[in-house]
């Protein structure tokens, strides 16, 4: 495991294109098929390849992850976008949190300088609550795409903080939302119905 919401299975052996992988209770969504999503306790035949590192994502969890790619710490906490990937559970709920800091400070947890972003979704919605943000953290990453995965149907609609203009498919069971220019240190809520 990788923290608590990220399965690796690696392959070892070469040649190997099937691959016997055991997953643990819950709900499990394989990170590059979209249409792979595993739901029962036990080892589970998953289709590899030795080029590619293969791992499963938990349902009930977010995934944050850099859309741009800094050299150091600092750019990145001062210049780095966010993608968002949820992976509902089998009650159609998803949580995850954002720590942001600027990279350079010591002690930045003692002294409360930092970001702390909370994200939950539903079927219906994804809502943040931005819980503490430091003063002096000029932290300008914005959000720029939320993928959402296991919804029960297409959305017909899609509103971001009030605007119903958002751009966003529906591709293979999985909702993107695409230009978002989301602030991360402001709170915001989408629904999706």
């Known amino acids: 495991m990788f923290g608590d919401s990220i399965m ?6 070469k040649g190997v294109t099937n691959h016997s992988v055991y997953f643990p209770e819950g709900v499990w969504y394989d ?5 792979n999503i595993i739901s ?19 349902g009930g969890s977010v995934v944050i992850r ?26 159609g709920q998803s949580y995850g949190e954002l720590f942001s800091d600027d990279g350079v400070t010591l002690n930045t947890i003692q002294n409360n300088q930092y970001l702390f972003v909370k994200i939950n979704a539903t079927q219906e919605h994804l809502v ?30 899609v509103t971001v903080k009030g605007d119903t203009d958002a751009e966003f498919t529906f591709e293979n069971g999985v909702l993107y939302i695409k230009s978002l220019e989301l602030p991360v240190k402001e709170a915001f809520s989408i629904q999706y119905s």
């Open 8 to 13: 690796v299975a690696p392959v070892l052996d």
């Open 31 to 35: 990170y590059k098929l979209p249409n």
């Open 40 to 58: 029962d306790k036990g080892y589970q035949d998953q289709k590899v390849v030795l080029e590619e590192q293969t791992y499963y994502v938990k």
């Open 66 to 91: 850099y859309k741009n790619i800094a050299n150091n710490t600092h750019a990145m906490n001062v210049g780095g976008d966010y993608i968002l990937d949820v992976y509902l559970s089998s009650t």
């Open 128 to 157: 943040s609550e931005v819980t503490l943000v430091y003063p002096g953290h000029d932290n300008n990453n914005k959000i720029q795409e939320i993928n959402v995965r296991g919804l029960s149907q297409a959305p017909a609609s």
